[in-house]
């Protein structure tokens, strides 16, 4: 019974995905304390610069409990652990179970818009309750204009898992000081075989199709985060466990025009770690499976990486993930090169 209930749900799925699964035009809820950007904001004008930190991360918010997730005592401990670490863009994934989501909401609400009804569950099948974003959370400082979730299609040969999780894409746009910027958070299929690459290539050729409809795209600069579950250059280079990445290029190639904020790694760079995570259970998968891209336009306004590191990678280790953290500056362009955004104004 529960398989002819499966392969119908399936079935209607496959045939009527919305194009746009959800949409939000004004925040869908404002912090309750909106003095932390603004300070930033004032204190820009005194030094002429305002840097942005970004964080993606990877929760682990499954939305079944499995021995050895130890979710209560995650749950309980991540929403602090991510407010003090002030950064002024959050991308969360696998944020599926309802209680971490209710906790999340709760703790940050104080500090970050949210674009979209973040508390909204869903039922899979009548068995499973999880969110209706794909498990993406997007949290800005800044007030946001606008967002939407566009669910990624999917294969008949796609897992079950993947089926459930429903996952898609963000796209948000945030206002720093009358400047726009995008944000994309994203989590891809996951599996290390070619099937699973060539799933995520749909995916991304999806969103690919949707964002050229998007003037905002070719406007502003974009922030593209996520747990991108493709294996970085650098690792295939060395490793024959793994095949080099289909989607990497495709990102970074002018299709996309993206640039990595770590295009070169080292043995500190892993967010997926075997040997240094013990949620992760083959201490020789060790990848870079969460990044930070991000691609200028020729508006005014251009982002300029500062620096990039791995979070949550010591005592505080809140996931089978590790976070990945990125600072950037807001430029503009001029007639001699370059400025801090703000330092004119």
């Known amino acids: 019974m529960i398989a002819s209930k499966t392969a119908l749900l399936v079935w209607v799925l496959c045939l009527a995905w919305p194009l746009a699964v959800s949409t939000s035009n004004l925040p869908f809820k404002a912090p309750a304390r909106q003095s932390t950007a603004f300070q ?3 204190e820009s004008l005194h030094d002429g610069s305002l840097d942005i930190t970004c964080i993606t991360y990877n929760t682990w918010g499954l939305p079944v409990r499995l021995a050895g997730h130890e979710q209560a005592d995650r749950f309980t401990r991540m929403p602090d652990s991510l407010l003090a670490l002030g950064a002024d863009i959050l991308c969360l994934q696998e944020t599926f179970h309802p209680e971490l989501r209710s906790r999340l909401i709760r703790a940050l609400r104080s500090e970050y818009y949210m674009g979209s009804d973040y508390s909204c569950n869903s039922s899979w099948n009548g068995l499973i309750v999880k969110d209706c974003h794909g498990g993406l959370m997007t949290l800005s ?3 946001v204009v606008s967002e939407q979730f566009f669910q990624y299609p999917y294969e008949k040969e796609c897992s079950i898992i993947e089926k459930i999780g429903a996952k898609g894409f963000l796209f948000t746009t945030i206002d720093i000081n009358g400047h726009k910027c995008n944000v994309i958070n994203t989590h891809l ?3 290390e075989d070619r099937q699973a690459e060539n799933f995520r290539l749909l995916q991304i050729q999806y969103m690919m199709n949707i964002l050229a409809g998007m003037p905002g795209f070719a406007l502003y600069p974009t922030l593209f985060m996520g ?6 250059p650098e690792i295939s280079k060395v490793s024959d466990r793994f095949a080099p990445s289909l989607l ?4 970074i190639s002018g ?5 990595d904020t770590a295009p070169c790694l080292d043995n500190q760079l892993f967010t997926y770690d075997g040997k240094n995570n013990h949620y992760v259970n083959d201490p020789q998968n060790r990848q870079k499976l969460d990044y930070c891209f991000y691609r200028n336009t020729g508006n005014e306004a251009i982002l300029k990486h500062q620096y990039s590191k791995v979070i949550f990678n010591d005592q505080s280790i ?3 993930h590790f976070g990945w953290k990125s600072v950037f500056s807001l430029e503009r362009k001029n007639t001699e090169g370059t400025a801090r955004l703000w330092a004119n104004n």
């Open 318 to 320: 809140l996931s089978d």
């Open 255 to 259: 299709l996309l025009g993206f640039t």
């Open 248 to 251: 990497y290029p495709v990102v």
């Open 227 to 232: 747990d991108i579950n493709t294996t970085h």
């Open 189 to 191: 299929y996951a599996g």
């Open 141 to 143: 400082k800044y007030p």
């Open 40 to 42: 930033k904001w004032s």
